[in-house]
């Protein structure tokens, strides 16, 4: 299909496309925008009718955005921001050059000017900053009859009637109907018979997290956003939802990896920023990492004895940095998902060090069978490599997952204290205990 | 409002708990019986009002669903399972032992036993294993009158009305039409005339992974499940993907740090359990770790003349774990989320050679500073260290972004290419490349 409008791009057959485009899903027109040459993509992009235009819009990513306003006439801008979704809308201005905004709030109208002034006052990541103005709002004193009439004359530019929203002569929030009770319902019931008031909202200060769990918990595929005063000011609908659940998930992988989290695409990111997002921690856990070398010079009179010791400490540090990132896995995805909390901490180290005692003593127990009994490595030493790897596996998994939760105590975010940062920890431990051991086994 | 209801059962107030209960949401009602005495749970179960048993049934964990099911009669069994949206009463047969299988099969006729046997052979992960066959569809040749009147009809026993389904008499799918445009359009045109025939559809064995895609990719809300012959047999809701983001983000996780992927919460795992999914991966990487003693014995000599070298082995080790860490996770995910594919390789190889020679050059250039000037090691010892470094992280990088990649050719999953078995792998190297730099430099 794709393959076909580009063909037909490059012979030129205006009146084709557009027969093909109307026909399309407009996520799938805004991915043949992107293979288009940009010089083209203006031409294409015009060729859409009016109420598809927006939608495209909304969907084709950030630099056509700007490609495709700074070509466009003031007039065309006008039509596509005020078809637009209100939170796409947001979402495409909070991305812009102070140019490309100049030149969409030239043509919206004051309110319009006003209320996105409002939105992108919202903090990053909440609430309000993801909401949409395009709910359906009712009145208790509404039939069900009525409320749908109202639906129909102004439905259409609601971003979702899947569930309509009451509110008092103040906009304050009095219950949520979803249009499946409206329509089963006795058309000369009141709204505010139906209506129910148990509802799950959230402030427009509120962490868009804290929004995604609510949606979660509860199922829903909208929710009211309120201001302080128990105002309707906005909904989240569901689809965005399900992008920022992926947006946390990646930021915490990322936080997990040693990096600074981004929402850029790899493949879009320049090789600069990913450097950059990655050289800070790397050198923070390659400083902190030069304590291991103090550690083994401290013992250089050991390692001078007994060199075959140093055999083995990458395969100690190796075994301790997974023992211990398998712990604060479970642990960060476990705080992320709400399933621990910090009341949980003392059943997570309970839990942690039962499981470390019987993972080490199989490891160690493996370990000994074959670097005693395989590689006829002399006892004692490898007594000392065995009891030193038990201890490590105990500590690293007691410490993978006690870290996670004192780093939520103290508000720090759960996931930076995953792999690197555990294995930097763990290594240090580990060679102390290696080379006191050691000391103590082969009497040195 | 918890503790209210639960001091209300201490004190046995049956009608008051009444009372309080039927104002609750279904899902915190779940968490309510959470709470309770096992002892009490029946009686709380029985005291809810019938329609919305089924729901709070549907929200409380396995073991209590269970338990319920154990305690009450065949008669409420049936009502429990005939008031439950035929997905949740899957996933709960699903999971329960086979003789409150028997106790649920034997209380429902025959037809459904039919379509519960057919659905339990769905494969795992598949799309068929999370759909749900209480859609609303509908004739092309209704008019848009008859089909609201359809859904008043029936719409009560659905999961959604907000999006129906046309089908022909032989059940093939021929469109979709959502509430929204049904209640805006005339009343006496005809649902041909309206439908949306441009639909996003799987069959019954396609990947729930894969639904979730296009849940993403199109912003839907519910989604058709056909089977070979495109014939409608039940719809995916939104409210499942959401669930299933979640689990295939978790089962990554575990994947990337080394264990075996579950799907129980960490608290309610047993010990032996939890040890279980993480000993194999331990022990696999222990043994590869081995690779590393052999290297070391092999540079016996060169590690006996300038001991001081051992010092640096965890730092660079440690480093180079990191850098390749951060390259494969950017990869994974990226995998994952579709940003990426295959044919990407090339470009992906290029920007991680790019990233890692600005990173390893001030790695190696900060680390020299330190330990050549602060600690005044030796200027060709120094050298060796830095030269390391920078190689360590290219290679790492570099192996990092590609290994995810060459996973999946081989239709592995990208995410066990992650810090554990890069790192394993980075080890290696690393001290082939800082032994022979050390012969090189210093002239063993």
Same mark, same amino acid.
């Given at each position: 299909?794709? +393959?076909?409008?580009?063909?037909?791009?490059?012979?030129?057959?205006v009146?084709?496309?557009?027969?093909e485009?109307v026909?399309?899903?407009?996520?799938d027109?805004?991915?043949?925008?992107?293979?288009?040459d940009?010089?083209?993509?203006?031409k294409?992009?015009?060729?859409l009718?009016?109420?598809?235009a927006? @939608?495209?819009?909304?969907?084709?990513p950030?630099?056509?955005?700007?490609?495709?306003i700074?070509?466009?006439t003031?007039?065309?801008?006008?039509?596509?921001?005020?078809?637009?979704?209100?939170?796409?809308?947001?979402?495409f201005?909070?991305?812009?050059?102070?140019?490309?905004?100049?030149?969409?709030l030239?043509?919206?109208?004051?309110?319009?000017?006003?209320l996105i002034?409002?939105?992108?006052n919202?903090?990053?990541?909440?609430? @309000?900053?993801?909401m949409?103005?395009?709910?359906?709002?009712? +009145?208790?004193?509404?039939?069900?009859?009525?409320?749908l009439?109202?639906?129909?004359?102004?439905?259409?530019d609601?971003?979702?009637i899947?569930?309509?929203?009451?509110?008092?002569?103040?906009?304050?929030?009095? @219950?949520?109907?979803?249009?499946?009770r409206?329509?089963?319902?006795?058309?000369?019931?009141?709204?505010?018979?139906?209506?129910?008031?148990?509802?799950?909202?959230?402030q427009?200060?509120?962490?868009q997290?804290?929004a995604?769990?609510?949606f979660? +918990?509860?199922?829903?595929l909208?929710?009211?956003?309120?201001d302080?005063?128990c105002?309707?000011?906005?909904?989240i609908?569901?689809?965005d939802i399900?992008?920022?659940?992926?947006?946390?998930?990646?930021?915490?992988?990322h936080?997990?990896?040693?990096?600074q989290?981004?929402e850029?695409?790899?493949l879009?990111?320049?090789?600069?920023?990913l450097?950059?997002?990655?050289i800070?921690?790397?050198?923070?856990?390659m400083?902190?990492?030069?304590f291991?070398?103090?550690?083994?010079?401290?013992?250089?009179?050991v390692?001078?004895?007994v060199?075959?010791?140093?055999?083995?400490i990458?395969?100690?540090?190796?075994?301790?940095?997974?023992?211990?990132?398998?712990? &604060?896995t479970?642990?960060?995805?476990?705080?992320?998902l709400?399933?621990? &909390?910090l009341?949980d901490?003392l059943?997570?180290?309970? +839990?942690?060090l039962?499981?470390?005692?019987?993972?080490?003593?199989?490891?160690?127990?493996?370990?000994?069978?074959r670097?005693?009994?395989?590689?006829?490595?002399?006892?004692?030493?490898?007594?000392?490599?065995c009891?030193?790897?038990?201890?490590?596996?105990?500590?690293?998994k007691?410490? @993978?997952?006690?870290?996670p939760i004192?780093?939520?105590?103290?508000?720090?975010?759960?996931?930076?204290?995953?792999?690197?940062?555990i294995?930097t920890?763990?290594d240090?431990?580990?060679?102390?205990?290696?080379? &006191?051991?050691?000391?103590?086994?082969?009497?040195?």
């Open positions: 299909m794709e +393959k076909r409008i580009l063909d037909l791009i490059s012979e030129n057959k009146h084709e496309i557009r027969h485009l026909e399309m899903n407009i996520v027109i805004a991915q043949v925008f992107e293979e288009v940009k010089h083209q993509l203006v294409l992009f015009r060729i009718p009016k109420d598809m927006a @939608g495209v819009f909304s969907y084709v950030i630099e056509l955005q700007q490609h495709i700074e070509y466009i003031d007039v065309e801008t006008k039509n596509i921001v005020d078809e637009l979704f209100f939170d796409d809308a947001i979402d201005i909070e991305e812009m050059p102070a140019n490309i905004v100049k030149k969409v030239k043509n919206t109208d004051e309110n319009m000017r006003k002034n409002q939105f992108l919202y903090p990053e990541d909440s609430a @309000g900053s993801i949409t103005i395009e709910y359906v709002d009712l +009145k208790k004193e509404m039939t069900v009859r009525q409320a009439e109202h639906i129909k004359r102004t439905g259409v609601k971003e979702t899947n569930t309509c929203y009451i509110i008092d002569a103040n906009r304050k929030l009095e @219950g949520v109907v979803s249009i499946r409206l329509i089963l319902s006795d058309e000369e019931k009141l709204i505010g018979d139906i209506l129910n008031d148990d509802m799950i909202f959230i427009t200060t509120g962490d997290e804290s995604a769990m609510l979660k +918990k509860y199922d829903l909208s929710m009211p956003v309120v302080n005063e105002r309707l000011v906005g909904i609908t569901v689809d399900v992008d920022i659940i992926d947006q946390e998930n990646t930021e915490d992988l936080k997990m990896a040693a990096m989290p981004s850029e695409e790899y879009k990111t320049g090789v600069f920023t450097a950059r997002h990655r800070v921690w790397l050198l923070v856990l400083l902190s990492a030069t291991t070398v103090s550690i083994i010079k401290k013992f250089n009179d390692l001078e004895s060199v075959i010791l140093a055999a083995f990458p395969m100690l540090m190796n075994t301790g940095g997974n023992a211990g990132s398998q712990s &604060s479970l642990i960060i995805r476990g705080l992320a709400g399933d621990i &909390s009341s901490t059943k997570v180290i309970w +839990k942690e039962r499981v470390s005692i019987i993972v080490g003593s199989i490891l160690a127990l493996v370990n000994f069978l670097i005693y009994y395989l590689e006829r490595v002399d006892v004692m030493v490898s007594i000392t490599v009891a030193t790897m038990f201890f490590t596996v105990i500590l690293a007691v410490v @993978g997952g006690l870290l004192a780093a939520k105590c103290v508000k720090l975010d759960p996931a930076i204290m995953a792999s690197p940062m294995t920890i763990v240090a431990f580990t060679l102390i205990v290696y080379f &006191s051991m050691a000391v103590w086994f082969l009497g040195l």
